[in-house]
């Protein structure tokens, strides 16, 4: 049991012995933690545009 437990320097050894990353690598964990936020920004910005081109047709039917 006490062989799971790394200790933080242990932790760090490994991490560098396991070496930076390769550039394709990189673009992969940007991509991984920034896509989904883009997506969603442009869902949400593509959505409004839907929102607001509708509220402008309601309000050109109805008269006042």
Known sequence: MAALLLSPTTA???AAHLGGL?????ALV???AFGPFIV???VVTVLR???VADESKTEKRIPD
């Not at 390769?22 to 990189?26: A, C, G």
């Open 22 to 26: 390769h550039p394709y690598e990189n």
């Open 49 to 51: 545009r839907r929102d």
């Open 12 to 14: 760090l050894v490994v």
């Open 30 to 32: 940007l991509a991984i």
């Open 40 to 42: 969603l920004g442009i």
